[in-house]
């Protein structure tokens, strides 16, 4: 949420009261697996500093990505977009540190490019792809308890539960043919901490938590994400 709460993922068009929610993904070791970040930046040891080499983006979302084991006194120089027409990039604050943010406007490529000075003098450059796509809803299924939230995602990326159901429910996900459900991970508002859990599992969803669907395209090849908010809008 923006606001020191954590996330709006503007290709969702979802607010809450104006308050924007900013999506931190924090980079995993593996292409597939994606997670939130669980940690402000300085929070993270000053160690090997590691940032996507590939990214794929719904067009319209806005997201935010921290540079693993970044700390405060690192520096980002020279932050820019080869295609700002396909995506535009910026430093932004997020909680008591910062995001560099994401904005994908058409679909394309562009390679997103900086660099991080650290305070001992060292300097390292980054490069990243990102490919912008048009948005399809992923899911066959997606109940939390007896309600079947499949078609709010048709238009959306971030689906909010609806009221008059309980909050506490077992979770049924299924994909379309053509995607794959990697992963389902159990996600907590203004902190960013998450956990994997197994489809069928039983959770609260209400103001604090949401959940984040992992899925991948298996035609083009890329992973991406939708989010079933616990906000009731």
Known sequence: VWNKSKMLIKGGKVMKKAVKRLLVLFLALTFIVTDLAVAPVTAQAAGTLKFHKSIALMKGEEIGYVIINSV????VLGLKSSNTSVVSVKKMPFLDDYTLTLKAK???TSIISFKVKR???KTYSF????TVHNYSNPLNVCKFGRKDYKKS???KTMVPVAKGYSRKAKVCITAKKGYKIVAIYYSEHGTGRQRKIK?????ILDGEHYLQI???NTSKNY???VYLDGYWM
């Open 72 to 75: 405060s006194s690192d520096k």
């Open 106 to 108: 058409k679909t394309g």
């Open 119 to 121: 305070k001992n003098g």
């Open 127 to 130: 490069k990243s792809k990102v």
């Open 153 to 155: 995602f048709d238009k």
């Open 199 to 203: 489809n069928g599992s039983t959770v």
């Open 214 to 216: 992992l899925y991948k």
């Open 223 to 225: 992973v991406s994400s």
